[in-house]
């Protein structure tokens, strides 16, 4: 029986390493290389919209990134899986991800269970036909993002926020309690970049 607990306890411990902690962690997502993309298998890449390409009050890729978003575009399918803030009306949310398919020609999913609900993850696979261990999910959010793609077995990137203070202010208590699981494991002090679990 006691080994029975040990064991238990054990793949417990493994199974929320698993889910918990990204595969790469970048404090910028320029520092993102094609080839290490490559080197894993992967083909398609789907990106969080706020604080990963966007600030949530803009409707356009923010500057700092676009050439890198472009860069990933050129090189892999693409498409984006977005709660678009909680606090935005589904109408506000709708038009602000149609202004990125516009202006991108990004595929944007607004899936109505958020992340990191399956169910949008599950769509993001469809769009791109591939499967899961072949596509990068971009993030910037450990209990969205990370967690979400590591459960639908996506190779999760987390990258450090655009802005924090752009962040609504329920957002900022949870990105607290985020960092404060990856600073136990060193993910902000990456002994060369990127790093990798
Ligand atoms: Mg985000």
């Known amino acids: 029986m006691k080994l029975n607990r040990s064991i238990f306890r054990f793949s417990y411990l493994a199974l929320q390493r698993r889910y918990v902690f990204p595969k790469i962690f970048l404090k910028d997502i320029n520092d993102l290389e094609i080839d290490v993309l490559r080197s894993h298998s992967i083909q398609g890449v789907v990106f969080d919209i706020d604080q990963t390409l966007s600030l949530p009050n803009e409707n356009k890729i923010n500057e700092r990134v676009l050439n890198s978003f472009l860069r990933i575009q050129s090189a892999f399918k693409v498409c984006a899986l977005s709660n678009l803030e909680l606090a935005m009306s589904s109408e506000a949310a709708f038009s602000r991800g149609l202004e990125f398919e516009r202006l991108y020609n990004l595929r944007v999913i607004l899936p109505k269970l958020k992340k990191p609900h399956p169910s949008g993850f599950r769509l993001a696979r469809r769009y791109l036909n591939l499967k899961p261990p072949h596509i990068a999910f971009i993030g910037d ?48 002090h990456p002994k060369s970049s990127p790093t990798e679990e």
Request: charged content about 20%; proline content about 4%.
């Open 141 to 188: 959010r450990l209990l969205t993002d990370t967690i979400g793609a590591n459960y639908s077995r996506f190779y999760s990137i987390q990258v450090a926020p655009l802005d924090i203070t752009a962040d609504e202010p329920t957002i900022r208590i949870f990105r607290r309690f985020e960092n404060l699981i990856l600073h136990t494991h060193n993910f902000f």
